[in-house]
């Protein structure tokens, strides 16, 4: 009893951020699915047949992986940023800092809660589409396991900028300027040796986001434009830093606290 009751803070938090997108599925799920099933019809089928296959990969099959991590990471970093702002703005995170909880467990609570939006998204995507498809995961438990460990990172990184966040332009601030422009060239679409070589290729190498596509493909196709575990030690090392630095800040009080 004891136990149970030291974490009900936890509980609490983390099952109102589950609720707040699972009671609106409407709004917050079905939507990126129907989003990432427009885009396979339009690239897919409109243009798949003139892209023909890559890595020996149907187009189809090909952007799948990528499709379901566009939706993990906007999915992941809106609940979070989204939450930490109203609850700024609507004056009951104060009541959070007040209560008998540590800064820790309410920080761990909202990052799995936007979490769990992410992987449920991307989950959903990958599976559907693995059905429709008629997709042979390669490796369960590397798609599954990077699809988390993205979500992790930027539902902490939308802790971070939801704490920061004044106004509804500076949420979104990160979307617009930075995740969605480099997601749609972290080779959703494409394979990186599709693009001149030179200063484009390279340039793509610098881009965090590529390393995340390029191993959820891997995990879910087999095929990879550069060494799955160089992906893999991006995405720990991204989710290790977005997650520390999202935690500390919360137990700081930055810009929360008076």
Not at 52 to 58: E, L, S
Not at 63 to 71: F, K, N, S, V, Y
Not at 100 to 125: D, K, N, Q, V, W
């Amino acid at each position: 009893m004891q136990n149970q009751s030291k974490y009900i803070g936890f509980y609490t938090i983390f099952k109102r951020e589950m609720g707040r997108f699972l009671s609106l599925y409407r709004q917050t799920i079905l939507p990126s699915v129907v989003t990432a099933g427009l885009f396979l019809f339009i690239f897919g089928v409109a243009l798949g047949s003139r892209v023909g296959d890559i890595k020996g990969v149907d187009y189809l099959d090909y952007i799948l992986p990528g499709l379901a991590m566009m939706a993990v990471i906007n999915n992941a970093y809106s609940n979070t940023a989204s939450s930490l702002y109203q609850a700024k703005q609507l004056n009951f995170l104060e009541d959070i800092l007040i209560a008998p909880i540590s800064a820790t467990e309410a920080a761990l609570a909202y990052i799995l809660g936007g979490a769990a939006r992410g992987f449920i998204h991307g989950s959903i995507i990958l599976i559907m589409g693995g059905i429709v498809l008629n997709v042979s995961f390669h490796n369960l438990l590397l798609t599954f396991g990077l699809t988390f460990l993205v979500s992790i990172a930027f539902s902490s990184t939308g802790l971070i900028f939801g704490m920061q966040a004044d106004n509804w332009d500076q949420v979104m601030l990160l979307v617009t300027f930075a995740i969605t422009p480099l997601v749609y060239i972290g080779g959703v679409f494409y394979s990186i040796d599709m693009l001149p070589e030179g200063f484009i290729q390279t340039a793509s190498l610098f881009n965090p986001l590529y390393y995340m596509v390029n191993g959820l493909r891997f995990g879910t196709l087999g095929v990879y434009d550069t060494s799955p575990m160089g992906s893999i030690l991006m995405a720990l090392g991204l989710t290790a830093i977005s997650f520390g630095l999202g935690v500390y800040l919360f137990y700081k009080g930055w810009k929360i606290k008076d």
